[in-house]
């Protein structure tokens, strides 16, 4: 069992840049395919970005391609969502998921674990 823990979100004006951290304990993250997915108020849960067990690929939603990066450090166990060019609406709760599978998943139901998320606010 691996838990997940996101920080790292917050209130930020529109243009500006968050970094989320996704912190694992109980596992060794280098072992899964690693995703964030985020959900505002009254909508499902959507795919953001995914990275592969190896760190070699990756996947955007085509929303945050280009203002988002997704990456991984083995030493600390953590994953990161490096968000740039904010807008109002990428506000929303961000989740970080891990599954066992090499990965990279772009589908919500395949993912086995996630944290509790971390709000993020972009204010116009």
């Known amino acids: 069992q691996v838990q997940l823990v996101e920080s790292g979100g917050g209130l930020v004006q529109a243009g500006g840049s968050l970094r989320l951290s996704c912190a694992a304990s109980g596992r060794t993250l280098s072992n899964y395919a690693m995703g964030w997915f985020r959900q505002a108020p009254g909508k499902e849960r959507e795919f953001v970005a995914a990275i592969s067990r190896s760190a070699g690929i990756t996947r955007y939603a085509d929303s945050v391609k280009g203002r988002f990066t997704v990456s991984r450090d083995t030493a600390k166990n953590t994953v990161y969502l490096q968000m740039n060019s904010l807008k109002p609406e990428d506000t929303a709760v961000y989740y970080c998921?891990?599954?066992?599978?090499?990965?990279?998943?772009?589908?919500?139901?395949?993912?086995?674990?996630w944290g509790q998320g971390t709000q993020v606010t972009v204010s116009s």
């Open positions: 998921a891990a599954d066992l599978s090499p990965g990279p998943l772009v589908v919500r139901h395949l993912y086995s674990y």
